[in-house]
């Protein structure tokens, strides 16, 4: 395999959505846990890496209007609570959407985006935020 494909199948794992499952009750985490709140000690070495779809619906959202200088140009914009398809519960921001178009209930799905750039050193930061379905 080449250099070049290795970097991207190695960055493109770097960009999915990793949770973790309790192999005791099967319920699923994100951000992953070293143990499961429902299982405590039956779930110690039974945590596994599970790649989650990154699609969800949205359970609650909020315009923010104030945010610190860095987000400057990307201001007012939309945080939502988004449940997974996989039962996890996260926050994101919801992005390309026209003002009006989301709501609750809505489908979305999860994209790798810019989301910092250290202005020193050119470092470009990228995590995940959503875009409706
Ligand atoms: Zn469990
Ligand atoms: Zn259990």
Partial sequence: MGELSRIWRESEHRYRLMGNKCGHCDMVFFPIRDVCPHCH????????PVELSGKGEIVSFTIVHDTPPSFVRQRPYTLALIRLDEGPVLTGQIVDAEKDAVE??????????KIGEDGKSGIIQYGYKFVLE
């Fill in 104 to 113: 609750i209930g809505k489908r979305v799905k999860s994209v790798f985006r």
């Fill in 41 to 48: 000690r039956e779930s110690i070495g039974k945590m596994k």
